[in-house]
T-cell receptor, first 117, second 114 residues
Framework: GAVVSQHPSWVICKSGTSVKIECRSL??????MFWYRQFPKQSLMLMAT?????????EQGVEKDKFLINHASLTLSTLTVTSAHPEDSSFYIC?????????????FGEGSWLTVV | AQSVTQLDSQVPVFEEAPVELRCNYS??????LFWYVQYPNQGLQLLLK??????LVKGINGFEAEFNKSQTSFHLRKPSVHISDTAEYFC????????????FGKGTKLSVKP
């Protein structure tokens, strides 16, 4: 089946630094990718929608200058958390929409745990 | 706007007992409905989805769900649970014709005890 891979699975960074999380669709082309954030014991909240070759669309309240999203190819989207702070510590999950496999064939990555110290 | 309500934040149940996890949604437009499972420290796995057709949907691991349009519900059921079913379960909707972004409920923690 289709696989979406996220890397790294776990990352610890110092406050003030930037960290990049990659989301790859391994066996299909993803025209659209989504980035979600999940706080401990809470639900997933959509941060932004990225379409290949265009700027991401951010949800209300999400700082686009802080959470940089790039979707440069049909198989890769990246989320960069800039000038990270402890409150950015969270579980980040991406999902990818499969092109040509139906409107709602969406696959999730395994998620990335970010801890800012 | 759409919203998803999972009425039970935690559901404890004994092994081999039946279980129902409740999900209600609100939307002024047609939606697709999903159930996902999240095991500790892992991503999401699709259990089942309702797009159209038969309102009773069967998914993986013996789960099934029934779409009830009049009650705007999509409850998840399993006739006999196992210890390995212990996980967080999320109900979600996406608007028909949208790009596919999902609106999630707050999740239900299913704890299966021996």
């Amino acid at each position: 089946g289709a696989v979406v891979s996220q890397h790294p699975s776990w990352v610890i960074c110092k406050s003030g630094t930037s960290v990049k999380i990659e989301c790859r669709s391994l066996d299909f082309q993803a025209t659209t990718m989504f980035w979600y954030r999940q706080f401990p014991k809470q639900s997933l909240m959509l941060m932004a929608t990225s379409n290949e070759g265009s700027k991401a669309t951010y949800e209300q309240g999400v700082e686009k200058d802080k959470f940089l999203i790039n979707h440069a190819s049909l198989t890769l989207s990246t989320l960069t958390v800039t000038s990270a702070h402890p409150e950015d510590s969270s579980f980040y999950i991406c999902s990818a929409r499969s092109q040509g496999r139906g409107e709602n064939t969406i696959y999730f990555g395994e998620g990335s745990w970010l801890t800012v110290v | 706007a759409q919203s998803v309500t999972q009425l039970d934040s935690q559901v404890p149940v004994f092994e081999e007992a039946p279980v129902e996890l409740r999900c209600n949604y609100s939307s002024s437009v047609s939606v697709y409905l999903f159930w996902y499972v999240q095991y500790p420290n892992q991503g999401l796995q699709l259990l089942l989805k309702y797009l159209s057709g038969s309102t009773l949907v069967k998914g993986i691991n013996g789960f099934e769900a029934e779409f009830n349009k009049s009650q705007t519900s999509f409850h998840l059921r399993k006739p006999s649970v196992h210890i390995s079913d212990t996980a967080e379960y999320f109900c979600a909707v996406s608007v028909r014709g949208s790009q596919g972004n999902l609106i999630f409920g707050k999740g239900t923690k299913l704890s299966v005890k021996p």
